[in-house]
């Protein structure tokens, strides 16, 4: 078995990461506190929004429903990632045996083990793992791209708060609590918003160089370097997207891209890279079911592998119930009565 496929255990004689530690202790806050912003402001528009027709529930009901059901994936694979990197740090430590003695193990256990580095090694450890991580990659370039533009397009209020929980957390769970603010948010929008062709493409071609360097790197100190510079491309597309005032603002159109152009270079380029990797899959003699083996042979690479998936799934239900007219929410207002005083 190759050797990066095995979690390391950290030298127990290490001096302790402590910036390793702040880094995964602000994960979990920032979670929780984009989680909660976001879900604020879904109840807050829900509550000051008339009432909902039928059609705009349904929507509302469906993407909240999948973005509980990739919330509820991610939560069991990356709870079976902390136990299992906690359960191996702990082998050559004697157990103390008390539950209150647990606190102080997990704070220890996060400035000494090597958690982060652990995770991005697992998720590249071969190609067959690779294939499932490189989609979930690809996926998560494709929905930024689509919630800077239609999020511009539909005044999502704090759109940046959804990229941000898509750094932390699967796409497809940011994706699922984006469509439930498209729900509410405003249903006609005279802007058009699209983003420059070559910052488009350069944002792509830099971000695809990452992952076609990912494996190369792998198990050197360049990984975690080339991983935070692919996240920070993941941002790029929210300061791309350029809102124009249609049909008043004239513009070259040869050097912008809609939602739909992004999405089919997008796609190409994805097919590609797919094609490529599925290549190398087949030429180091993988099969079928050792890629399906893959996808579940790490808990890091099942919480990335689904995720495509769920995204997918999510992207195009919306697509397909978006391009029906929406029925006015106004027929399903409650009429309001007026009483004539009488003198």
């Known amino acids: 078995m190759d050797s990066r496929e095995q979690t390391v255990v950290t030298d127990r004689g290490m001096a302790p990461n402590y910036f390793s530690a702040a880094i995964f202790w602000s994960y979990i806050l920032a979670a929780l506190a984009l989680t909660s912003t976001i879900l604020h402001d879904l109840y807050s528009q829900h509550r000051t929004h008339a009432p909902l027709s039928p059609q705009r529930q349904r929507q509302l009901l469906t993407s909240s429903s999948l973005g509980l059901l990739s919330f509820a994936a991610l939560s069991t694979n990356m709870l079976n990632v902390l136990i299992q990197s906690f359960a191996l740090w702990s082998i050559s430590r004697p157990s103390h045996g008390l539950l209150s003695a647990y606190p102080a193990e997990i704070y220890t ?25 490189q989609s979930a990659l690809l996926a998560t370039l494709s929905v930024n791209f689509y919630m800077a533009l239609e999020g511009r397009k ?9 990229f941000a929980i898509g750094q932390i957390l699967p796409i497809s769970f ?4 984006f469509h439930c603010a498209v729900t509410l ?13 070559i910052w488009a493409v350069a944002t ?11 494996q190369l790197v792998a198990g050197t100190v360049w990984l975690m370097p080339l991983i935070l510079v692919a996240r920070v491309l993941l941002l790029v597309p929210l300061y791309l997207a350029v809102e124009f005032e249609a049909p008043k603002t ?17 796609l190409l380029i994805s097919s590609v890279m797919t094609l490529i990797k599925s ?15 893959a996808l579940f042979s790490h808990p890091a690479v099942s919480s990335l592998g689904v995720d495509p998936l769920l995204s997918v799934i999510g992207f195009t239900w919306w697509s397909i119930t978006d391009r029906k007219p929406r029925e006015s929410d106004s027929r399903f207002a409650k009429p309001v009565h007026t009483v004539a005083r009488t003198r």
């Open 174 to 177: 940011a994706l699922g609590l």
């Open 154 to 162: 539909r005044n999502v209020l704090r759109l940046w708060a959804y």
């Open 109 to 133: 256990w996060s400035t000494t083990s090597t958690l982060f580095l652990d995770f991005g090694e697992a998720i590249v450890a071969n190609s067959a793992r690779f294939f499932w991580t």
């Open 185 to 197: 948010a405003t249903a006609d929008s005279k802007k058009d918003v699209k983003v420059k062709k």
């Open 204 to 214: 792509m071609a830099l971000y695809c160089s990452c992952l076609a360097n990912a």
């Open 250 to 266: 004239e513009f070259d159109e040869e050097q912008w891209l809609s939602n739909g152009g992004v999405q089919r270079i997008v």
């Open 279 to 293: 290549t190398q899959i087949v030429q180091e003699g993988w099969t079928l079911q050792g890629l399906g083996r």
